[in-house]
């Protein structure tokens, strides 16, 4: 005993060496399968020698495992993309498959039983990253202008699927040659509603990679989608109904009722979840840090949620999604959202390559029952219905619709119906009490490998081949986004001439409502008021400063040398050229004295992110200034000639730099005083700004007077735009009340 | 141009159908609504439109009723601006908002672009030289953000010289530091907003069928020549109409079964 006591206190202290596995620790010593135990046993009076080494594999067998496999599944990814030819051709998922299949089989082969894609796993951890993915970054306004085609497809769609699959495979079945009359409808019909749902994964697996066009990419990813509420019920429904045996009217009805209680209970669970995060972000200014957990931690909990009231757990974690983004956006900084953006992407794409692998292996591992008819017919059917269904439903569809789908929208949204894990994993959780289940199995994994493998791998050459359009890869155009929100009022306002409610009404009235009472309870600070187009303005600058950064010169999306003196309308007379001179020098000294100043900034944990940002873009604003100003000095001392000056004869020159709109946070802006007048017209005197900071002013001699403005050194922390255009110091006291309500 | 009768008839239908490409049903309903707004008489002044409450708290309010009045889109070549408007300038107006047919060429898919665009670029270029300068441009912003609260003329002023340099870079591609971009012309306007897709986006829906009849009906008597004043009706179906026929089709469908005459 006195040597399990020993050992007890000296294993803890042992050092970890650097095998990869942590040699024993103390409590499972009793539990090791080791060699120690027996030893121990054995011998008690004689001392062993000390084990350095020792493996105890059972303590972290399971992480370990776990480990293991994404490993394996993202070396496989990593593999994939090293071999060019191969990418080009074959859908990841297929490759993936197959991997799956190859690493089932080697288990088998070893004689272990190969670990089959547990329903539970699947629900709960693989595929909720997915979905808050896809919800998270669903493009709006395209979802939004087709969610009645969405809705149509997503729950008649499947319900015609299901109904009819189910009902031709119960004619099937009555038929005695093939052999399963044992089949009953109820059966038959659960079989449908399992097999008959459009599955997000593989068509976010395949669409990724085809670039189609955004009417059809929303189409059918937004089918897939919202067609899990329909499929919730559908099977819960038909699983009850087959241990009972018989349908009623009743049944029937309570079953539409569950439908639209499923659907809505989960949106407005989601939407729930959504705003309570939104709300949360609003107060996370001082621990920015944490931000990125509040939005996954929230959906999560929605998901789990509406699970829990066998509410649909998709469309929970797309309403929330969808309802927290707009706020959580304009709360958070700029490093949490790449944060989130990339933690959301990296565990997408994690999970559905585990999701294919393991489809894969289970593939080799399940029970299968193989009835040829049964399983062609399936296969076959799903197709026809499929393209029957889209055929029909976009008949009556395009009667409502504005912009009509065409016969290669349709041609694409019906091919582009394919099933996936979510399929499996409905069949997988089949009581096995269930006779026909290996059969169910057996044809689900075939309908899932022919839609994945043949409609995956055809799809892309199909696309070329019929000049579908594809994706414009457009970068964000200042234009384009001026020119959307003047579209939207216009055909607003039409509409009102028009006289009839449409939908760019309601959507204006949203906007309102939004704007009104809901920004202002989740939006931090005074932000909720900046409308969007200045808020884009603010993004694709900041994109652009962070550009400047990582490439250390100016961005490439102007690559000309067009700047706004090209485009003002000129004015004036120069100045000369010794004040040019002072001025240079004046300038440069200034400019690095600021470098230094905000370089000097104190590390803190907390405040990392910030600091780090705010450098980033000043540092960029400064050296574009910089640049600037070293190559067009001359250019720029202009004074205006028309401008109306409140105090007589003192004019004010703006420094104007391209592209330098909005600098909430410092940004040097030099400002040319001429002081009054005729007597003294080359008189320059410089001012130099920089907001909250001590400002520096360097004044160059001349006739001091008015020099020393300052009123223009303190600034808002919200002051948007200095430095373009020069409404002359009048207006900037005016300006001093920044919003300007409506 | 002539004044349209009150009560249109089909040849004169017929032709705006044609001109404009709106079906009858269409061309009736937007009729309708055209006198609605001018109270019955056969033109519309800018102070019908003024008076639309949906309009109140539209931000580019003035540019859209300016754009009726403007005749540059009557498509007629004619230029400037007119005080009042027919019903069939209205309809030329209005088809600009049409959705293209489903079947449709790429070349008159092009053609159509190009007529929304020009409307787009003609509400823009106030002066009418052609091109939108940098203070017609500012003063669009402007407008777009007056009304959401914005925070002053500086943001407006400098998104849109922003705008007006990508437009720059993208037309001119290089330009010497004293030479001077005028304006934004059409062919560079097409430029900067061919990826926007405007075909399929500056579309309403125009009503094919005229629920209008079916509420907000006024009735008024003559009487030896006078006109009495309106009354709004809010009971009943309209004479004439299908639904009267469709209703009393069913509610003496009884009788007819037991009497076989």
Redesign the interface.
């Known amino acids: 005993m006195s040597v399990h006591a020993l050992r007890k206190s000296a294993s803890s202290s042992f050092v970890f060496v650097g095998i990869g596995l942590p040699i024993e620790a103390s409590a499972p010593a009793y539990q090791s399968h080791g060699t120690e135990g027996s030893h121990l046993t054995n011998i008690t009076n004689t001392k062993k020698a000390f084990p350095v080494l020792a493996v105890n594999y059972e303590h972290v067998r399971k992480p370990f495992e776990i480990a293991l496999w994404i490993l394996l599944a993202l070396l496989m990814k990593l593999g994939f993309h090293l071999i060019p030819r191969l990418s080009a051709v074959v859908p990841e998922s297929c490759l993936l498959i197959v991997v799956g299949l190859l690493v089932g089989g080697l288990i088998k082969v070893i004689g272990e039983e190969p670990p089959v894609l547990d329903s539970q796993l699947f629900f709960l951890c693989l595929l909720p990253p997915i979905i808050l993915d896809a919800g998270y970054f669903l493009p709006i306004r395209p979802f939004t202008e087709n969610v009645g085609t969405i809705l149509v497809f997503a729950v008649i769609g499947t319900l015609w699927n299901a109904f009819f699959m189910g009902g031709l495979l119960y004619a099937l079945c009555q038929i005695e040659s093939v052999g399963l009359s044992g089949v009953d409808l109820l059966a038959c019909l659960l079989f449908g509603s399992i097999v008959s749902a459009v599955d997000p994964v593989a068509v976010l697996a395949v669409f990724e990679e085809i670039h189609i066009n955004e009417l059809v990419h929303i189409l059918v990813f937004g089918e897939s989608l919202l067609n899990d509420a329909v499929t919730v019920v559908l099977y819960n429904l038909f699983e009850e109904f087959s241990k009972v045996g018989t349908v009623t009217v009743l049944d029937v009805f309570l079953g539409v009722v569950c439908f639209f209680v499923v659907s809505l209970g989960g949106v407005l669970v989601g939407a729930i979840y959504g705003f309570l995060a939104a709300f949360t972000s609003r107060f996370t200014s001082h621990t920015r840090v944490i931000e990125p957990l509040f939005v996954f931690l929230y959906s999560y909990m929605a998901y789990l949620s509406s699970e829990m009231f066998h509410l649909s757990g998709i469309m929970a974690l797309i309403a929330c999604g969808v309802v927290m983004r707009p706020y959580v956006e304009a709360n958070i900084s700029h490093k949490s959202y790449t944060t989130i953006k990339y933690f959301l992407k990296m565990w997408s794409s994690v999970s559905e390559t585990l999701i294919f692998i393991f489809l894969g292996v289970s593939t080799v591992a399940g029970p299968h029952a193989w009835n040829w008819t049964f399983v062609i017919t399936t296969v076959i059917l799903c197709l026809v219905s499929r393209v029957l269904g889209v055929i029909g439903l976009t008949f009556i569809i395009?009667k409502f619709r504005?912009?009509?789908l065409?016969k290669k929208d349709q041609f694409i949204v019906a091919y582009g119906g394919l099933r996936g894990a979510i399929a499996f994993s409905l069949g997988y959780l089949l009581s096995n009490s269930h006779q026909m289940r290996n059969l169910f199995l057996t044809a689900i994994i075939t309908v899932i490998f022919f839609t994945v493998f043949v409609q995956g791998m055809t799809i892309r050459p199909l696309v070329e081949l019929l000049a579908v359009k594809k994706k414009?890869e457009?970068k964000p155009?200042?234009?384009?986004e001026?020119?959307?929100?003047?579209?939207d009022?216009?055909?607003?306002?039409?509409?009102?001439?028009?006289?009839?409610y449409?939908?760019?009404?309601w959507k204006?009235k949203l906007n309102?409502f939004n704007?009104t009472y809901v920004k202002r309870w989740l939006i931090a600070g005074e932000n909720f008021?900046?409308?969007e187009?200045?808020a884009f303005?603010r993004k694709m600058e900041l994109k652009q400063a962070i550009m400047m950064v990582e490439s250390g010169q100016l961005p490439s999306v102007?690559?000309?040398?067009?700047?706004?003196?090209?485009?003002?309308?000129?004015a004036i007379p120069r100045v000369s050229k010794k004040r040019e001179e002072e001025i240079r020098r004046i300038l440069r000294a200034n400019l690095q004295n600021n470098k230094q100043k905000m370089r000097s900034r104190s590390y803190s944990r907390h405040t990392l992110f910030d600091a780090d940002e705010e450098d980033d873009v000043s540092e960029v604003r400064l050296r574009k200034t910089k640049m600037e100003m070293e190559r067009?000095m001359s250019?720029y001392l202009t004074v205006p000639a028309n401008r109306e000056s409140p105090r007589p004869g003192v004019r004010r020159v703006r420094f104007e730099s391209?592209?330098q709109?909005?600098s909430a946070d410092s940004f040097p802006t030099v400002h040319f005083e001429q002081p009054s007048p005729p007597s003294t017209p080359d008189a320059v005197s410089l001012e130099e700004e920089v907001p909250k900071r001590p400002s520096l002013k360097a004044d160059i001699e001349g006739p001091r007077g008015n020099a020393s403005d300052n009123h223009q050194g303190e600034l808002d922390y919200?002051?948007?735009?200095?430095?373009?255009?020069d409404?002359g110091p009048n207006k900037d006291k005016e300006?001093d009340d920044?919003?300007?309500?409506? | 141009m002539g004044a349209l009768q009150s009560l249109p008839d089909e040849p004169e239908y017929r032709d705006l159908s044609e001109k404009t490409g709106f079906s009858f049903e269409q061309i009736g309903i937007?009729h309708k609504?055209f006198k609605?707004?001018s109270h019955n008489e056969d033109t519309l002044r800018r102070d019908d439109?003024n008076t639309?409450p949906?309009?109140s708290?539209?931000?580019?309010?003035t540019q859209?009723i300016e754009a009726?009045f403007d005749k540059r889109n009557f498509h007629q070549n004619g230029e400037g601006t007119v005080q009042e408007i027919s019903f069939e300038e209205f309809l030329v107006v209005?088809s600009h908002?049409r959705?293209p047919a489903?079947d449709m060429t790429e070349e008159q898919r092009e053609i159509i672009r190009r007529e929304k665009l020009r409307f787009?670029f003609n509400?823009h270029d106030t002066d009418n030289d052609g091109t939108i300068t940098?203070?017609e441009y500012r003063h669009?912003?402007e407008e777009?953000?007056?009304?959401?609260?914005?925070?002053?003329?500086?943001?407006a002023?400098?998104?849109a010289?922003?705008?007006?340099?990508?437009?720059?870079?993208i037309s001119?591609?290089?330009?010497?530091?004293?030479?001077?971009?005028e304006g934004i012309t059409f062919e560079h306007f097409l430029k900067?907003?061919k990826?926007?897709e405007i075909e399929?986006?500056?579309?309403?829906?125009?009503?094919n069928m005229d629920t209008?009849n079916l509420c907000n009906r006024t009735q008024s008597v003559r009487v030896n020549g006078c006109l009495s004043g309106e009354l709004s009706s809010s009971t009943g179906s309209p004479q004439g109409s299908v639904f009267s026929s469709l209703l009393y089709t069913l509610y003496t469908d009884g009788c007819r079964s037991q009497y076989e005459n």
């Open positions: 395009n504005i912009v009509k065409t414009k457009s155009s200042i234009n384009e001026i020119h959307t929100e003047f579209l009022h216009l055909l607003t306002g039409v509409e009102g001439v028009c006289g009839h449409g939908h760019y009404h204006e309102r704007k008021k900046e409308p187009l200045i303005y102007l690559p000309s040398t067009i700047s706004m003196q090209n485009i003002q309308p000129r067009r250019h391209d592209n709109v909005f919200q002051r948007l735009a200095r430095c373009l255009s409404p300006d920044p919003f300007m309500s409506c | 937007l609504r609605q707004l439109l639309i949906d309009l708290c539209n931000p580019i309010r859209i009726f209005m908002f959705p489903l787009l509400m940098l203070e669009v912003v777009l953000l007056s009304r959401s609260g914005a925070l002053g003329k500086e943001t002023k400098g998104i010289d922003a705008a007006m340099l990508e437009v720059a870079s001119m591609g290089h330009m010497e530091p004293d030479e001077f971009y900067i907003l990826d926007i399929t986006r500056m579309n309403i829906r125009f009503l209008t």
